[in-house]
């Protein structure tokens, strides 16, 4: 062992002896960011419909007394904390949008150990934790050398496609030593590497001067099951992993009228972006084909896209996110990300995505974390900011 | 009270609570004047939605900004888990049944409002329900800002948004369902001033200590009917000041429920009719019914002149009886 590794191993020792006694200082100062996640959460945030949530975040990252708290020209919020030094920033961020509509009724119930509601892990607890971290850190008695930049980035899920993390990154021009994506859902999760990802929604079309004789008298809804049981022949291979999912259908609206249009959501993920370019073509030739055997109108519109990408299994930031995993009596579950670790790695950056506690329901109104994990969540968080801050993880 | 001098008290007492955003100047303003606030949310069953009252109050308004002094949970002997979930996020929790014991223990809400002002110790007490759904500390800043503001002002009611015509643009401002059946007819007739306080039963408000230990407390639900009736009879209409929170999420009400609280709040009414010699020596009844509606954030009164005009019986008409009566 060189003297520098040793010095290493050293410093990353003092810092994980340190997670038991930071997981119970946290859980004693819980209500500062339990009442963002809250208040933060209570605010309806769809996808291009953040700006209130984000004008949230950015009062608390002036309450909490950050430099150049702003919001961008494309709604992100950021800030940053000023480190000891300051030769550079760990960027820390959060997305800001939910997957339920600004129509849902966004009221979180509290209980003792747990809270309940729509969002509150996906991901008012994940902004919540990153809005209030100057705060945390004061109270933990942490001050870093580097500065700290905080986001909540806008336009993360569905048909954000990352657009916010991805115009913040190629906008932002600071050095960033590194980043971590942080989510409420799940403790335990370690995304190192983004998964090449296709979205797409193919729309059929019944046109007007449809001939119901030449071609049979279905409405949307059989062309529709034909057409998808048309994909799900196309070959999903094994090796490299590659997944399909059909994620939303919709036609129709009553009991006796067919319609005359109708869409399907899905989502292709492959670890070779060869294989996802592939089936893109197959997906497209197939709405072509079907269009002209049928008579209807199939389109296929790409919502997002997205290239493989990652840091190794063996680079010093995972390695020491295991490390403190571990000691943080978290067991790691590696998963690969589809969300905005993809925007930082593709920008150049090394990072990790990491989940603060345990969740049930998930992405349904009765969604809900646990409290008690949490507090080990958080103390992961801060661990890695230090490791990262003392160069641990290069 | 003149149209304009109603119209001047409107301006002068009614808020809206983005007035008092700026919190740390609101806790200057308090400790330079040396006041202290207390808050109490009286509770019977409510673990749904206490720990998050709880957690945003204290936190925000204790821990980030020091403008509540004292934070105490009043309960009439919950059987769920009300007292656990409050106590587990940091608030006093007392048994209303444990405060003054020397004067036996009634169960209701206004039973744990009045001990608290012998339990608690602040200048000023704020009184903030515990089925809020979307707890807010506007819910506190905006009804104790009044009061560290203005000294004449002894008690501030909150209103909230009720918006039932948007077509139009115009919102009604009215109150909840016993408000505007029961109590806005009866201000009407009896108290016309008191028509200008828009949500006259909210059960969200603060007040100096000094009002609040001179008047009796009804136990039920005439709690808040009486503290405006007894407070507007010591001081006039100008001690009073209300603020516009916005929206409040709770739960509704059956119409059963109503009808027993509307029953309690005649009572109370009632009550202070005779005691104020209104029932014995009657008064002529006023025939202006009052209302509120606001456009672009300014709240007018409505006046409407409602005479409930009489027909005698039938056959006290002479045509009538010429019909029907043999000749």
Redesign the interface.
């Known amino acids: 062992m060189t003297i520098e590794s040793k010095i290493r191993e050293d410093s990353l020792g003092k810092i994980l002896k340190k997670i038991p006694e930071q997981t119970e200082r946290l859980k004693s100062i819980r ?2 960011y ?2 963002d996640a ?2 933060l959460g ?1 605010i309806p945030s769809p996808t291009f419909g953040e700006e209130e949530r984000i004008r949230l975040a950015l009062d608390r990252f002036r ?1 909490n007394g950050l430099d150049d708290p702003e919001i961008d020209e494309f709604g992100n919020a950021s800030g940053i904390l000023p480190g000891a030094e300051g030769g550079s920033s760990i960027l820390v961020m959060a997305h800001a949008d939910s997957v339920f509509s600004a129509e849902t009724r966004h ?6 150990d747990s809270i309940t509601g729509p969002g509150i892990a996906d991901n008012a607890i994940g902004l919540a934790a990153v809005v209030g971290l100057p705060k945390l850190l004061d109270q933990l008695g942490v001050k870093l050398k580097d500065d700290l930049l905080l986001l909540a980035n806008v336009q993360s899920l569905g048909r954000g496609n990352l657009e916010g993390a991805r115009s913040f990154l190629e906008t932002k021009q600071r050095p960033i030593r590194a980043g971590i994506c942080v989510e409420g859902a799940t403790q335990g999760r370690l995304s190192y590497s983004g998964l090449g990802t296709l979205r797409g929604e193919i729309t059929l079309r019944i046109p007007s001067n449809y001939d119901w004789n030449s071609f049979g008298a279905s409405g949307a809804i059989s062309h529709l099951t034909r057409f998808i049981n048309q994909v799900m022949e196309i070959p999903v291979p094994k090796e490299p992993k590659t997944k399909m999912i059909f994620g939303g259908l919709r036609c129709g609206s009553t009991f006796n009228t067919s319609p005359r249009r109708g869409s399907l959501r899905f989502e292709i993920t492959s670890e070779d972006d060869a294989v996802l370019n592939d089936m893109e073509k197959q997906v497209s030739e197939l709405c072509e084909q079907f269009s002209l055997e049928t008579g209807t109108s199939v389109d296929l519109e790409v919502v997002a896209k997205r290239e493989n990408c990652g840091i190794p299994f063996s680079h010093p930031l995972v390695k020491t996110t295991r490390s403190i995993m571990n000691e943080a009596g978290i067991s790691p579950n590696v998963d690969p990300s589809t969300g905005d670790l993809n925007a930082l790695i593709l920008a150049g950056h090394p990072g990790v995505t990491v989940g603060l506690t345990t969740v049930e329901n998930l992405r349904e109104e009765n969604e809900t974390i646990q409290l008690p994990p949490l507090y080990a969540g958080l103390a992961q968080l801060v661990s890695l900011l230090q490791a990262i801050d003392l160069g641990l993880c290069e | 009270m003149t149209t304009k001098n109603k119209e001047k008290w409107l301006a002068r007492n009614t808020f809206h609570h983005g007035e008092f955003w700026d919190i740390i100047k609101l806790v200057k303003e308090k400790e330079k004047k040396g006041m202290s606030i207390s808050l109490c949310i009286p509770t019977l069953n409510e673990e749904k939605t206490i720990g998050k009252e709880v957690l945003i109050l204290r936190s925000e308004l204790m821990e980030r900004y020091p403008l509540v002094d004292e934070f105490a949970v009043i309960d009439s002997g919950s059987s769920d888990k009300t007292l656990e979930v409050a106590k587990n996020y940091g608030a006093d929790v007392y048994l209303a049944s444990d405060i003054l014991p020397e004067v036996g223990d009634k169960r209701g809400k206004g039973e744990n409002l009045w001990k608290a002002i012998h339990q608690l110790k602040g200048d000023v007490i704020c009184y903030v329900d515990a089925d809020i759904s979307n707890i807010h500390p506007r819910f506190v800043y905006g009804l104790v800002a009044p009061l560290i503001k203005q000294e004449e002002v002894q008690y501030v009611k909150a209103f909230y948004d009720r918006p039932l015509n948007y077509s139009s643009g115009l919102r009604s401002s009215g109150g909840g369902r016993v408000t505007e059946i029961l109590i806005r007819p009866l201000f009407s007739l009896f108290y016309p001033e008191l028509t200008n306080v828009i949500q006259p039963l909210s059960g969200e408000y603060a007040a100096r200590r000094e009002v609040l230990e001179v008047i009796p407390f009804p136990i039920g639900y005439g709690v808040e009917t009486s503290h405006l009736l007894d407070l507007y009879e010591k001081f006039g209409l100008d001690a009073f000041a209300q603020t516009d929170l916005d929206r409040r999420v709770h739960r509704n009400q059956t119409t059963n429920a109503l009808g027993k609280m509307s029953f309690g709040i005649l009572q109370t009414f009632f009550n202070r009719l005779h005691a104020q010699g209104k029932i014995d020596q009657m008064p002529d009844m006023e025939t202006f019914y009052r209302r509120f509606e606001v456009e672009d954030g300014v709240y007018s009164q409505l006046i409407q002149e409602v005479i409930e005009e009489e027909r005698p019986p039938m056959i006290e008409i002479e045509g009538y009886r010429k019909r029907v009566l043999p000749t």
């Open positions: 209500e500062t339990l009442t809250v208040l209570e309450e009221v979180l119930n509290v209980g003792s």
